[in-house]
């Protein structure tokens, strides 16, 4: 552990990962505006995201820069994907809903899924949606209702709005009061932590 840390610093670290949430996570599906995936990050971060997974195939991942939305890259674990199906099996181990943002008839709106289970959504591409391969391996789709004449969110304030839902369900449900992450777990992370 670095020397110059603070006991005030240690103790903001220590608060944050004990309210991190293992289990609930988002993928970028070939997101390529920095803007927006920094924007994605900071919302994962504010809502205790651990970690998100980055299936980039068709867009290149983005170089964030150090501006203060670009910082939250630090605080979120980033894992990369180029093999769909293994992304989504992983995903769905232990039970795991795998959903992902869309507009077709069998849409279902944000309110109507249980986030206390562990989830992953994915986000898509502003332009092309939902990679072909994963739409295929992912039915579920979730859609955020409007009431005006635009049809669809910012992909950036889309992830906002659908994390909100679920710390709304898992603050109720008691969620960040426990830590989700074992003891190891958190050791291992806070060492890390206090060196960033």
């Not at 830590?179 to 050791?187: I, K, L, R």
Request: aromatic letters at 8%.
């Amino acid at each position: 552990m670095p020397k110059d840390i603070t006991e005030k610093r240690k103790k903001r670290i220590d608060l944050v990962l004990a309210r991190r949430q293992k289990n609930l996570t988002m993928v970028m599906d070939n997101i390529w505006d920095p803007h927006n995936v920094s924007a994605v990050l900071r919302s994962c971060d504010a809502f205790g995201v651990a970690e998100v997974h980055l299936y980039y195939t068709t867009a290149q991942w983005p170089d964030l820069g150090k501006k203060s939305s670009a910082s939250a890259k630090k605080w979120i674990q980033r894992t990369r994907h180029i093999d769909p199906k293994a992304m989504v099996d992983q995903l769905r181990r232990d039970g795991g809903q795998v959903l992902r943002t869309g507009f077709s008839e069998t849409a279902r709106p944000v309110m109507d899924f249980d986030f206390t289970r562990p989830t992953a959504i994915i986000l898509s591409n502003e332009h092309r949606g939902t990679s072909p391969e994963l739409a295929e391996l992912v039915p579920d789709e979730i859609y955020i209702p409007m009431q005006g004449m635009v049809q669809s969110f910012n992909v950036s304030v889309a992830a906002a709005i659908i994390l909100y839902q679920a710390f709304s369900q898992r603050q109720a449900a008691g969620m960040y009061d426990t830590p989700s992450f074992t003891p190891e777990e958190m050791e291992q992370l806070k060492t890390e932590w206090y060196q960033r």
